[in-house]
């Protein structure tokens, strides 16, 4: 059978916030594109012991030296079935041996990667170190296969060393800060002293004399200081731990960022603070993450995790107005519209949709807004004349491929549930956007406007499907009353 081939590729820079930061996303498509290419992972061994699933400094550092990925879809033509269209992406990540190294350090800050020999160290040896990967980073690279397409013989045996789940934090698509709003941080807060988590943790009290809830952060059950008996302790570096390890945070920074608003809203409360490591660190004046400041659970922290694991909501933001908005009067449509800006529904829709295996709606949603953003932006400010910004429209264009690739050719790796004539119509559209002789300012605003119509469709499938079971999702209850929406 004849093919038409269609080729797009996409020299990704490694964009930072405006603290220096990688953006999470970048991160962890580096960090797995890297273990894609170093797959299959053999043993290595470190003093008398093989470490399955390993691998070396060196390694990871040549690799990162020049990535490729590449997506592949075949389809009917549009304009004639009797021949086959093949759209291709190739997404190419290239760097110095220094900014290698420096990569390697952010992955281990990330707690992607942790050293094989199970010791904690926090600074990447670029020569003669063995590696592995944690239940973060596969998780992580499960995901990115998951949305690519990637298959490989070791992804199975990699996935069942995922030990919980890993909470997916919010962000702001344009500056990639977390969204740490209050409801976000109550959320965290009960999934951190093991109340309301998706692994179906054990409650708060246990008849464990020593140690309390070990499915969430490991607290102390008594601990004795200047005299006084505190009840139901931890460490800072406990909760600075068990954020990273279990959450998106992406470096220390945000775990503190976090953790400091646990003592702002008065979950938690200090017991000893380490003042030698505040005064070195102006940012950790409330909150220091180090085995020397401790902290209780607060009254307050207490009774959220009461009210939130009994479903109950306490007065506040519960006021005569809740029944209202969550009458039967309110659309699905204005209920998803509701949760699409409220970071705190936003998690636990997100997780529930993964639940039900169509995740892939919320992230094709979110990533055609971002990509709609850009290019109507690109568009008011493209100057024919300006080599950067036709170079930043070419780009975008090679992004809508990849979009296209992921979510909407037939046969693509998260293939949306759509209308068949809607996809169709998004296939011959595409594929005349490549071969049309058209400026790039056109076929962006073509693309965009077809970008538009597919989210306007998973816009209405997630409020008309996804909505409804969310809703009756007893995880979410205590949240959605205190939203309104229930």
Known sequence: MPANKINQSSSRLLRTTDDDRPLARDLKDLFSTLVVSLLPLT???VRFTKVEYSFLSEDAIHN???????????????????RTVISTSTTIFSMSKDMACSLCQRFLDAHFIESADGKHEPVFNPKGWVWKLTSKGITILNWFCLKNGIEHDQIPDLVNLITTPLITLER????????????TIEVIYCRLVGVGGRGNKAPMLMNDSTYKNLAGVRMLAERKVNGRVYHDTFTGQAVGDWLMDYTTTMDIREAVELAALFVHHDLIETVVQDRAHAAQFPRCKLFQPTQAAVYALSQRGQDLVENSSSGRCSSEGKGDGSSHHGSANDSNSQRLDKILTDPTLRLLFRENLRDTHCEENLSFYQEVDDFIRQCKMAVRTLQVTDTASVDSAKELLAQSYIIFNTFLAPGSPRELNINHQLRISLSDRMTKAQAQDATVADTLQEVTSLFEGAQNAVFKLMASDSVPKFLHNPKAEYRLVQAGIR
């Open 172 to 183: 702001n698509q344009e500056t990639d800060k977390l969204y740490l709003d209050r409801g």
């Open 43 to 45: 043993a290595h061994r």
């Open 64 to 82: 990162l030296g020049n990535l490729k990925l590449l997506q592949s879809n075949r389809m009917p033509d549009p304009k004639d079935p009797t």
